[in-house]
Each structure stands twice: as C-alpha cells, then as structure tokens.
C-alpha cells in the first residue's frame, strides 16, 4: 500500500472492508504454505500379498485342469447333446400322438356317422381316396342276407367292427392284386417249364382278361339276343348243362356279395344275380403230383377261355350278362361258392364241392336275370376235414393253418399265399394239398363212408399213411360186399 494511500486512509479514518477480507485470506494461504512445507512424505500403502500356492497344489490343479478338458468335458458336452436329442425327439413324439389321437378321433367320428346311417343291407368299402384310410358304406349289397344267414360261411360281426379289430386309420389301404407282378416273380419260371414260352400261356390268359376288363367297363359291348328266354328254371339248367361241355362240372346260382368283391371292380360287375362255376382240374393230371402236372395253371386258363363262352351263351338266350375269370382277383369265389350251395370250406380255406373235391378252380357270371337261386347246405365235409388236417400235414411250405384264425371280425382259414407262392416259384409247382385230399382222389361218396374209420384213422397220428387213407373206405366196401 502506497504512503499517500495509508494517509488518505489515517486521514480518512475508515478502511475499506474488501482490503480486510483480502488481507485475511492472504494471510491464512501464507500460514498454510508455510505448514505445507513441513508435513512428511507418506508412501503409498503396499499392496496386499497372496501366499504363492505350494508347487505340489499348482501342479495338482494344472493336472485337474487337464482332467476336466479331456474327459469330463466332453462327457458332459455329449450328455448336453443327449439331453437335448431326448428333449427334441420327446417333443416330437407328444406331437406325432396328439396327431394321431386326433386322427383317430375323427376316424371314430365318421365311423358313428357311417353306423348310424347302415341299414341291413349296407356294406363298408375301404376308402382309397379319403383323408385318412376308412371305411365308407357302398349301395345296398344283394348277397348280404345270403351270407348272413349262411351258417357255412363266416363273415364280419358288426358288434366287432371297431378299432381293436380295424387297420388303423393312417395304414397303407390293403394291397391290391397285381397280376403282373407276381407273373414276373413267380409264375414267369413255372409256365416256361411248362408250356415251354411263358409269354404265350400269358398272352392266353391275358387275352381273356382284357376281355372281361373291356366288357366290364362298357369298352366292348358283346350283342344279345333280342328275344328272352322266358323259362328261367329252363335257362338255368341250359347253362348248367352247357358249362359241363366245357369242362364245367359243378354250377350255382346266388347273390352277389359285394362284402367279397374289389372296391375296383364295384363298377364292373353291374348285375346282382351271380353265377358260380367250377372248372375242373382233370384227375389224371392231379395224379400226377409231386411230378410236374401244372393241372391248376391250365385249368385257370381253360376256365377263363371258357366262362366266356358260356356268358355267349347266355346272352343268345337274351340275357345282358359280364364273365369274371379268375385271374383277377376282382371276387372271392371261396364264400360266393359256398352260398351258392356248391360245396363247403375246407381246411385249405378252399370251397371242397362233391364232384370233384379240391379240383375246381372258380371262374363266374354276373347276368340281369332272375334265376332260382340255390340254398347253402351242409355236405359234412368240414366234419370230414376237422378231422383229417391231411393238406396242413403234407405242405411243405407250412402254408395252411391247423385252425381259423379271427381276423378283423371274420373266423378264417386261408392258406398263406405268399408262402404257398414262394415255395411253388422254388419247385416250379406243387399241389400236395391237392394230391392228398381224399375229396380229390377219391371222391365225395367214398369219403363220406369212410368218416367213421377216418376218425379212429387220424385221432392218435400226426402223419399221413397213404395206404390206410384208402383202405379205409375199401375195408367197409369189402365188409358190405
Ligand atoms: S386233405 Fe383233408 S383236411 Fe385237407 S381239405 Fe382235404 S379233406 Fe380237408
Ligand atoms: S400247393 Fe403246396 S405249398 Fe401251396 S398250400 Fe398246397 S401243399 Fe402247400
């Protein structure tokens, strides 16, 4: 502060308070600089210190680092993977069941509407074509009653029409008969070494086929005579006797059950009046048997040729009417002969008729007439059979069951195809089960005399004495004679 200042301010008696304040802080800056200037240095504070781990730890837990990489990590790795597959296919599973039951579901849904809508003559039809694989109910089937009021036929009980005896609703529909194919694999071998040209004894039995095929859809319309016969108990026996001149020993008349029939060939078989016919495989070729005798495949041949001849016949008479051979596999002869009143089932699953046995081979007849029709009947031969199992004895493909077996709501006894089949591809024939049945050899008459013996015969054997099949039936004849 300057002399002149202090003067002013002594002179003036008052000193300004901003000079006070500022003096006061300068002095207090001072009197810290100067404490300052006399504190010590401290050092930063150290750092803590771990104990450094003993070596022999460091080197166990290095060990237990490797352990870890190389087998529990990938162990557990894998288990995550597991875990995960289990978690996914599970999810999987719940949601292929939750489609499933609501599959079935619907399917028991459509299966009430479908009861609800039966009546007595309503038939189910596997459906190809819907969303899942179910049965529909077709037009009002003739032959129904026949069969139902058949006691020698055993068809479906509606009571077991139901889910524990169905193929379930997403199941591939049952295969359909390709004749082609089983020409190829099987019958292809058999009819060179019989006839020498397979492809001709084919074309032969193809030729008919086609045919029947061609009439059945409307492709060829064979001519009918204009005037009728109006005598249908005479047109009845006509045919009868005309068929036998082809080879056509035994005939029946009934109502075409369509329970038994192709959904294919619903179409092509538009008449309900069905004739059966038999043609006969000729004894002198079934002895023949287990030496090449191809009685069935010509017989099957024959029969087709001539069933067309015999719907010829019909159509002179002035009756529109569609032939069916056997190659097709459009009809079930077996319960259609049986309702027919031609003969009765047998062991082999085959209808057994009393001309001749387990010879015919079944070919038939739709026709628009009203023909008598012929009652089932009892001929004793599945008493004969129960106890003579001779056919499931000697098949050495074991393709005939001792017993009927239940198969989706039906009592069966069908020979298994796919066995009997692969055995005849491999030995290029067979027959056994023909040669040996007694209907066969030695005829309906015979038998029938002989049951008696043929039970005390057969009661403790499981073989087969050929010898003593026969002279049974001649012991009697002699002690009658
Ligand atoms: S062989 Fe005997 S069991 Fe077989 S079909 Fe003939 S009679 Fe019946
Ligand atoms: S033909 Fe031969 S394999 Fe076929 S069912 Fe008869 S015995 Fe068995």
């Known amino acids: 502060m300057s002399e002149s200042n ?41 750092k803590p210190r771990l104990p450094r781990k003993p070596k022999a730890i460091r080197e166990l837990e290095t060990q237990v680092e490797q352990l870890l990489e190389e087998r529990a990590l990938p162990h557990l790795r894998k288990l995550k993977e597991t875990v995960k597959k289990k978690v996914t296919g599970a999810m999987l599973e719940l949601q292929t069941r939750t489609d499933y039951y609501t599959n079935v579901a619907e399917w028991l849904e459509h299966k009430q509407k ?32 026949i069969t139902d009021n058949n006691p020698y036929v055993n068809f479906v009980d ?12 997403t199941f591939e529909h049952p295969p359909v008969w390709d004749y082609s194919e089983y020409a190829i694999l099987f019958f292809t071998p058999v009819f060179k070494e019989a006839f020498g040209q397979a492809d001709v004894f084919i074309s032969q039995i193809q030729a008919d086929n086609e045919r029947m095929w061609e009439e059945g859809q409307g492709k060829r319309i064979p001519p009918v005579a204009a005037e009728k016969e109006p005598d249908l108990h005479k ?49 002198s070729n079934v002895l ?51 309702n027919a009143g031609m003969g009765n089932y047998s062991t082999q699953g085959i ?22 029709l012929d009652e089932p009947r009892d001929y004793n031969i599945e008493e004969f059979c129960a106890r003579c199992r001779s056919c499931q004895k000697v ?22 195809h796919t066995r009997c089949w692969e055995y005849m591809a491999i030995q290029y024939e067979c027959g056994l089960c023909v040669r040996i ?45």
Not at 158 to 165: K, R
Not at 395 to 416: V, W
């Open 114 to 145: 479908m009861l609800s809508e039966a009546d007595e003559t309503s038939i189910y039809r596997w459906d190809t074509k819907g969303k899942y694989k179910i049965y529909y109910l077709t037009r009002p089937n003739a032959g129904k009653q």
């Open 158 to 169: 509606i009571e077991e029409f139901d889910l524990a005896t169905e193929i379930y609703p």
């Open 395 to 416: 098949c050495p493909a074991d393709a005939i069951p001792k017993d009927e077996k239940r198969f989706r709501g039906t009592l069966k006894r069908q020979t298994n």
């Open 288 to 338: 023949k048997i287990p030496g090449p005798s191809f009685a069935a495949f010509t017989s099957y041949r024959d029969g087709g040729h001539n069933v067309h001849k015999v719907a010829d016949f019909i159509r002179s008479k002035g009756y529109r009417c569609l032939a069916r051979t056997s190659a097709d596999g459009g009809i079930k002869y077996v319960p259609h002969a049986i």
């Open 6 to 46: 202090n003067s002013e301010q002594r002179l003036s008696g008052v000193i300004p308070l901003r000079d006070i304040q500022q003096k006061f802080k300068q002095h207090i800056e001072e009197l810290l600089s100067a404490e300052k200037a006399h504190l010590p240095k401290m050092p930063a504070p150290p």
């Open 235 to 283: 047109l009845k026996e006509e045919i009868r006797e005309y068929a036998k001149t082809l080879d056509f020993p035994c005939m029946g008349v009934t109502k075409l059950d369509r329970r038994h029939t192709a959904a294919k060939v619903d179409d092509e078989l538009a008449y309900d009046t069905l004739i059966v016919l038999g043609h006969e495989m000729p004894l």
């Open 437 to 481: 049945c007694p209907f066969s050899i030695l005829g309906y008459e015979q038998c029938m005399r002989a049951l008696p013996q043929y039970y005390m015969y057969n009661l403790h054997r499981n073989e087969i004495d050929a010898e003593l099949l026969r002279s049974s039936w001649k012991l009697e004849e002699s002690t009658n004679g």
């Open 351 to 372: 209808c057994i008729t009393p001309e001749v046995g387990t010879r015919p081979r079944f070919v038939c007849i739709t026709l628009d007439a009203e023909l008598p």
